[in-house]
């Protein structure tokens, strides 16, 4: 009989934060989805891709990349947290490496904590490529 993993609680939102890039390195489905709030009404944004909302999209997505061959490492940088009582959104610019260490890309990444009964878990992670340093600020508004 397989045994079943007792979800981890995540006393703050560094933690859930922590673990989320934890699983993502080690890609590993069961650690990622631990990170994540069993609800459907989560989102995530991969860059270049589409809105997934529920937790079932969200794990079949992260299940697609994953199965690649490609494993990927981190590091933030110019991190900026707003905590509240029961809400975190976290904002970064996450360095991407291949496993070997040559860079991968820069992406912009947004993430969403909301404190729940079993401790801190992602609602959100939106990320995108981050735009070339030497490109210059639009001139009008974007939205």
């Known amino acids: 009989m397989a045994k079943v993993r007792t979800p981890p609680i995540y006393t703050t939102p560094q ?4 673990a989320f890039y934890q699983a993502f390195e080690a890609r590993d489905l069961d650690a990622m989805m631990a990170t994540w709030a069993d609800d459907e009404e989560v989102v995530c944004v991969h860059p270049g891709g589409q ?8 794990r079949n997505s992260w299940e697609q990349l994953f199965a690649g061959d490609v494993r990927l490492k981190f590091r933030l940088e110019q991190p900026i947290a ?3 009582v029961g809400l975190a959104v976290q904002s970064a610019i996450e360095h991407v490496f291949l496993a070997d260490g040559s860079p991968r890309g820069l992406a912009v990444a947004t993430n969403v904590f909301m404190r729940t009964p079993t401790g801190w878990r992602v609602v959100c992670h939106h990320a995108s490529a981050a735009p ?3 490109t210059p600020a639009p001139s ?4």
């Open 51 to 58: 809105r997934l909302v529920g937790y079932d999209a969200i």
């Open 15 to 18: 933690d859930a934060a922590s």
């Open 132 to 134: 070339p340093a030497a």
């Open 140 to 143: 009008g508004p974007l939205h």
């Open 82 to 84: 707003i905590d509240t």
